[in-house]
Each structure stands twice: as C-alpha cells, then as structure tokens.
C-alpha cells in the first residue's frame, strides 16, 4: 500500500518536473505567420479548413445537444467537460497567454505542445531545439496514430472507426521538400 502510494508520488513530481511548467498556449494566431505561406507548406489553411478547427462549433448544435442528453448529461453540450475534453481540450487549461482561444477546437499546441518557448524562429528552425522546448517529438507513425486515438475512440458518443492512414491523408500539413 505504501510501496504503492510512493509509486504515484515519484510519478507525480516527476511528470511535472518533467515537464516544461513555464510553457504557454498561445493560440493558432501566433503560429499562422509563419505557418501559412506556400513555401512552409500552408499549415494553417489545411487546418482551418478540416474539421479539427470547427470541433468546438460541432457542440453548440441542436444535434450536439441532443447527443449529450441521451449521455445523460443536463448541461448543453458546449458546457459540459466530457465534451469539451475532445472538441476543445485546453478548455481548462491555465498556462494559456491572452492570445489563446480554446474554441478555436483541436488546434495545432493540442497536437504540438505548447508552443511559448519553441515559437521562436531560430528555436523552431532547429527540431532538436524545438522539442527541448516543448514541442511534441512523435517518433514514428504509431506515435502519431496513439495520439489520434486519445481522441478517435470508443468514448466518442458518435465514434465510427478510425482508420490512420484514411483518416491521416485527411489532416496532414506536410513542408513541402525543397528543391
Ligand atoms: C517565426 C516563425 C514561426 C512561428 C511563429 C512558428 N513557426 Fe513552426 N516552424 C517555423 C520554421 C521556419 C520551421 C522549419 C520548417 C522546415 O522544416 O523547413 C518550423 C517548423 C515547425 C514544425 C515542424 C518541426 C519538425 O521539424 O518536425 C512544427 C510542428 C511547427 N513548426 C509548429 C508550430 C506551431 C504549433 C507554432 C505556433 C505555436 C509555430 N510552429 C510557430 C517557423 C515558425
Ligand atoms: C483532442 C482530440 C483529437 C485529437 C488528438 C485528434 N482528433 Fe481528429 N477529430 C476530433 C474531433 C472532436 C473531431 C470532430 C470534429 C467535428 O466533426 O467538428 C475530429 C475529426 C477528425 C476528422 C474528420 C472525420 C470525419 O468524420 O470526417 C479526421 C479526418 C481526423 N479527425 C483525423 C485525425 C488524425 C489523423 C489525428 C491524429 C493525427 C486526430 N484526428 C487527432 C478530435 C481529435
Ligand atoms: C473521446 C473523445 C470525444 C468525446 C468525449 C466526445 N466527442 Fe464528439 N466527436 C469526437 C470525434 C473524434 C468525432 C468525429 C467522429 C467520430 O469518429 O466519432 C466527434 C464528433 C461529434 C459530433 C459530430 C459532428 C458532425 O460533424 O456531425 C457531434 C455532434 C459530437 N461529437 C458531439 C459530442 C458530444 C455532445 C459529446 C459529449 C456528450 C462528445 N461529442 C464527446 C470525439 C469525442
Ligand atoms: C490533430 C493533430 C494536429 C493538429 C491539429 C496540427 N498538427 Fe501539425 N502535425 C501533426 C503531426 C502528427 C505531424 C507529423 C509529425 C512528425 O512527422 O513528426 C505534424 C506535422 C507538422 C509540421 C511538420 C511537417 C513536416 O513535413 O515536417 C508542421 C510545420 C506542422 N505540423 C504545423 C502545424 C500547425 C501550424 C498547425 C495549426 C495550424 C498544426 N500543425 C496542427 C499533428 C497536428
């Protein structure tokens, strides 16, 4: 019981020892300089125009609504936490600069870590630097598709599959190859 306890102690200090603390979301705003030129690759168009920019609007429908009453739920959808942990994950965050807006959906710090300290251009031109400040390394596809998955599974009141490759080819926002 103690060995036990001790356990979750270790595991708690290191998880924020770990981590980063004075990192900051700074919202999709902050990014889009940079991030929407043809040359980098237009990241922020691709994102606003898929479904991940509007997964917050997706709960302040009348179908929203009614997909959380029959989850039981008595509060509408875009004000009840389960939903919101999905459509608008940094909902509750408090390490958010002026700037971020959590009903701006599945933005990019959701799936890049916030970006504060990495947003920098000579920090974001080197990757090594970049995740030393606290950008998300996924190190191959199957870390990217667990990520997908924290989302796109079976808690998902409205979940019809999820297949990575289908649905990757869908969101992705590659730099295009010089030369
Ligand atoms: C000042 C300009 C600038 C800003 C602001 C900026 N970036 Fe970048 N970012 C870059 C450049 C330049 C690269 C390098 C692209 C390349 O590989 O040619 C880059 C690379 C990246 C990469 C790929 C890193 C890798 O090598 O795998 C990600 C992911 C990224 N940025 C996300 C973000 C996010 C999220 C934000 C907002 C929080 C942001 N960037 C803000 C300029 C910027
Ligand atoms: C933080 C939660 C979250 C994460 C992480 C996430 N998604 Fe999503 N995704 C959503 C939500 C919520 C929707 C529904 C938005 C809507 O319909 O407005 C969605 C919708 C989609 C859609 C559109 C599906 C359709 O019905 O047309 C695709 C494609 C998609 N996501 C791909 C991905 C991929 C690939 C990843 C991993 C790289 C990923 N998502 C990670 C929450 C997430
Ligand atoms: C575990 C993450 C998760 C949770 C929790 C979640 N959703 Fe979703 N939601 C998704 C994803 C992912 C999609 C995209 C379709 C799919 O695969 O389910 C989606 C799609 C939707 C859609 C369809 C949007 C469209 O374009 O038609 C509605 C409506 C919706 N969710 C409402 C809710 C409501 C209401 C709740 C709370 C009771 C909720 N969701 C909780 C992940 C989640
Ligand atoms: C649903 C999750 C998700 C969202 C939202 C998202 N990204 Fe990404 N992005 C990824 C993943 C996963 C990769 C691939 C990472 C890798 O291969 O290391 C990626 C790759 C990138 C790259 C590098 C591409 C390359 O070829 O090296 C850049 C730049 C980038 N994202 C910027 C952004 C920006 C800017 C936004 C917001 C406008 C954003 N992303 C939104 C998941 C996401």
């Not at 807006?101 to 947003?119: D, I, L, M, P, R």
């Amino acid at each position: 019981m103690i060995k036990q306890s001790l356990g979750i102690v270790t595991l708690f200090l290191f998880t924020f020892s770990a981590l980063p603390a004075q990192n900051k979301f700074v919202g999709t705003k902050m990014c889009a300089p940079c991030h929407r030129t043809e040359k980098q690759g237009k990241q922020m168009d691709i994102w606003q125009k898929s479904p991940h920019a509007s997964a917050y609007k997706a709960l302040t429908t009348a179908k929203a609504n009614e997909v959380a009453k029959q989850k039981g739920f008595t509060t509408p959808a875009a004000e009840t936490a389960e939903c919101l942990s999905c459509h608008a994950p940094e909902h509750a965050a408090k390490n958010v600069e002026k700037s971020f807006n959590a009903q701006e959906g599945v933005q990019c710090e959701t799936c890049h870590g916030a970006g504060s300290a990495y947003k920098t251009i000579t920090i974001m031109k080197d990757r090594a630097k970049s995740i030393a400040a606290g950008m998300t390394e996924y190190k191959d596809a199957a870390a990217i598709e667990a990520k997908c998955r924290t989302c796109h599974n079976e808690k998902s009141p409205t979940f019809k599959g999820f297949n990575f490759e289908e649905y990757w080819n869908k969101i992705k926002h590659p730099v295009p190859k010089a030369g």
